[in-house]
């Protein structure tokens, strides 16, 4: 049955090229974050610790552009040199006391591979140990810089604040409080947490969006871009090795709220088996991850230099006790509840309304909007639907887009090719079929697709 679903829509930052029209023309002051990632390829990634196991070519045939070293193992560092692939280094805390002790550490490293990039300082710091990573950090900038420098927070999920190091005066909201500490303090170029929502049931965590939109809010607050490790492994059996299009999921949605990094946990095996296992055979996500890493590869190219502008979830219906019932979203941070019957009172929307084909749970998409430096105005559409053992093409939903009187035509930057094409609006409406997890990306008007110039796209 086709319905027109209800939509949240997230509320707008103040931003100028949102909110004052004589800014709309002024090209925006890139920091250090944002001018690494629109200068490097999208950045697809998998953390790595056994030089053994990691062979260069095997890894870029996953569609992975950049080591995740996570310990100084010779070996992976001389593999990824001779193989000529960048290497972003996972710095330990135990490997100084003071910032210069963690510079000379790092010197060495570069003073041997010349592939190194990025450093990740202190995974999963806590608030106690912020002030002192967000001084290593600045002091790693000053001395390298020319390589990214951040950290990566803890996920939400854990019911004691004294897991993200509150002692006294917890706020109400402790993981939203963590959040802002993490970027206000360690002052990351950019913002990175790891995310592993596949329990072994079906579905998804609960807290998976409001992580995904805290994540989103800081990064634009702090104007940094926002990054995250998805979940390649079952964890030791306290989760599920992702579907086809579970790992879609995973990926498209972050990057429709305009997440623009992406690191496999794991790579190599490490809490059960991740792309490889231990004998150094490709798992069957290995080629899973290949197919849709190509994809994100061609969308990426242009998502590097957009900026999020607004999040909305098409939220289907099930059945619940013998009738139909709207499926759930927990609250989001900037999120208020927007009907498709209001969408006369938003003259500014070109996207008008959304329908999905079929009632059942999960059966949600995802709507996000963008900008370029220049105005032009983007939006990408997900179709959220994924469970375990289930493919991509299993769990495919029709979706239509509405379109207001104006819009003759939208532009979409095909996944396969990396190429736009240019597609026909009739009579106000445009029919999608997108696999489990997967997403399009679109342009409204005369905006070109940043990203492709060097193509001649």
Known sequence: MVRTATVFFSARLTICLVLTGDCEAQQPRLGRGAQWVRSHSFWISGLTQNGELYEVDEYRGAGLNTLMA??????????SADGGLPIHYHVHQNHGETPQDFIEHVRGLVSESGWITGLLMHDEPRVPAMDRVGAVCDALREAFPD???????????????????????????????????????VRGDVLMVDIYPLGTGGGHSRVYFETLALFRHWG??????????????????????????DLRFQIFAPLTFGFTGICY??????????????????????????????????????????????????????????????????PLPDTEPWTLDEVSDRREMSLIGVDIEKDGAGRDALVGF????????????????HEKHMSAADATQVVTLHFSPDVAAVTRLSRETGKPEELAIRDGRLELRLPGGTGDLFRFGDAKFPGLESDGL
């Open 70 to 79: 996570w310990d100084p193992r010779p070996l992976l560092f001389q593999k």
């Open 147 to 185: 390589l990214l420098v951040y950290s990566n927070a803890l996920p939400k999920g854990a019911t004691n604040p004294a897991k993200y190091g509150f002692t006294e005066d917890v706020p109400d909201d402790f993981y939203a409080a963590y959040v802002e500490e993490f970027a206000r303090r």
């Open 220 to 245: 634009l607050r702090q104007d940094v871009p926002y990054w995250l490790f998805i979940q390649s492994t079952d964890l030791g059996g306290r989760g599920r090795r992702p579907s086809e299009s």
């Open 265 to 330: 946990f794991t790579y190599d095996p490490a809490l059960g088996s991740g792309l490889i296992d231990g004998n150094r055979n490709r798992t069957p996500l290995y080629e899973l991850a290949a197919d849709v890493n190509d994809e994100v590869m061609h969308i990426g190219r242009s998502l590097r230099f957009l900026r999020s502008t607004r999040i909305a979830f098409i939220l289907g219906r099930h059945e619940a006790d013998g009738r139909l019932v709207e499926n759930e979203m927990p």
């Open 370 to 385: 963008f900008r370029d430096d220049d105005g032009g105005e983007y939006f990408m559409v997900t179709n959220l639907f």
